[in-house]
């Protein structure tokens, strides 16, 4: 893979947009991700800029002072990287390190919450992919039992759609991640929402994953402009592949996207064999929910509330299985076993933490002073 379509792929998974500057976006954040070194950026995205398959603009990230250079992908470039990655995704690997296994490095991509250059820079030759021990840890530690089983019934009984709700940082997209990798007789099908999707975005991507697995009724009705028609037809198109269709990070969106999800609520019993996975944030407000409390009584939808860590759990996160009670008291307390804050304190990254939390100065430094006291 050549060093512009490695960039492509970054540019894609570090989901950054003109609403949401992320910092994989800057020259900085390109180098570490495609591994090359800083100074090879901005020749490497020239060559993607003149193609038209990426744009340059000055940005400023939260909690900086000034404006940097950042690169995001144009449409053009947004789908050839979607093709490099279809077409990368499709190759087997084996899996060393959690287990002995072969899988696609789609399916790893999934189970292991790594981006699809990670998994490139941690194979072998051989084609073995070497879990990091990070990510393995992570694994392991994860424990969602209940949570888990809940699933694992759902997929059992008749509901086809399931959303799972969370307060941001919580593990809801790690967790789903896990309970698809035990799906072996199911392909998946996951997309990304943010505040500037739109249902074009999902009926073009549920069409081309149909008509890729030989149901091309959709395909053809999206490209004649007829979406009443793949709107009335789609619930049984989805269900004529067995699939899991994920859509990951709802929270806001337009009103065309509520009534897309408002229409696969009451159109679930249609989905047969296959479902529908929404990872919701808690804090989704009223007028982006989709579905009433009758929807839930009539067992059309069916609903998960994720909590955080318990005590033992969160004290194994943090990396401290010594530190003293009342330390470790005061940060449970804090964040209430919030999984990213737990690993932001484990780190000492107190900058992350004020950007991605509601702590105030005060807390913050509580909390990492709490992190460094040492065990009586």
Known sequence: MTVNEKILLHLKDCRSSRENLTPGATQEGIA???DIRRSHVPRAVKKLISEGNAEEIKGRLPGKARKVKMYLLTEPGMRIAREISEEMEKEKVMIRGVEETEMTIREAR?????TSLE?????TPEGVLEIPEEVEEEIEFLDRKEELSEMRDWVNQDTGLLVIYSPEGFGKTRMARRFLKTLRKSDIYWEDLSENH???EIFQGISEYLAKRGRKRSSELFEDGDIDGLLSSLPDEMASVRSVYVFDNYFHLGEDIVDFFSYLAKSSKRLKNSRVLVLAREATPSY???Y??????RELVREIHLRGLDEENSKLLLGRPDIDEESFRRVYLLTKGCPLYLKLIRDGDAEELKRRSRFTNPEIKLLMF???VKAK
């Open 198 to 200: 739109s249902t074009y």
């Open 119 to 123: 998994i490139l820079r941690n194979l």
């Open 110 to 114: 999934l189970a292991f919450e790594m």
């Open 288 to 290: 982006c929910r989709f």
């Open 370 to 372: 709490s992190r460094d």
């Open 292 to 297: 009433t409390k009758d929807s839930v009584e």
């Open 32 to 34: 570490r991700g495609v």
